[in-house]
């Protein structure tokens, strides 16, 4: 079994930040972007469908690797949302009437906040995985010190 180390704080918040601006940004531009609502909504639940899909796809591949059971079909829909988010990304900015500058922009808003989704939820992951065995640990420590006092304590 590979020891875990917990993320530090110093990247726990790089990547908490990373999410904030990346998410901020996109939903920033969509509100100053001239197009009619609800082409802003099409790409407002896009960025929701997104950070959700990857979310749980990254669950999903670190419960497979941890040997926590899962199923086939939730991992392929995990998979399946991720991609339909991107492409439906992809496809609604190549027939939008912006500019290229702000195409690029969406995308590249989009992708950080991708990105950073995935790393915040495995620094949380990988957070209370340390925390449990940090705490199992101390739990186990503590057994051993009390059966130690009461075997002192019996043969005083």
């Known amino acids: 079994m590979q020891t875990q180390n917990k993320p530090t704080k110093a990247f726990r918040i790089a ?6 601006v990346g998410v901020s940004a996109y939903f ?21 469908f997104g950070l959700f899909s ?30 339909s988010a991107i492409v439906l990304l992809v496809i609604g900015l190549l027939n939008a009437e912006l500019l290229l500058s702000e195409k690029g ?5 989009f992708t950080l906040s991708l990105f950073a989704a995935i790393t ?16 199992t ?10 059966l130690e006092d009461t075997t002192k304590i019996e043969a005083a």
């Open 15 to 20: 990547s908490l930040a990373a999410l904030i």
């Open 137 to 146: 640990k101390s739990d186990t420590r503590g057994s051993d010190t009390e």
């Open 54 to 83: 990857v979310v749980s796809l990254q669950k999903t591949v670190r419960d497979n690797m941890e040997g926590v059971p899962t199923t086939k079909a939730y991992f392929l829909a995990s998979a399946v949302a991720t991609g």
């Open 28 to 48: 920033i531009g969509l509100y100053n972007a001239p197009m009619a609502l609800n082409e802003k909504g099409y790409y407002f639940t896009i960025m929701l």
């Open 120 to 135: 915040v939820q495995k620094n949380v992951r990988d957070s209370q995985t340390t925390d449990k065995s940090c705490q």
């Open 105 to 109: 922009f969406f995308g590249m808003a």
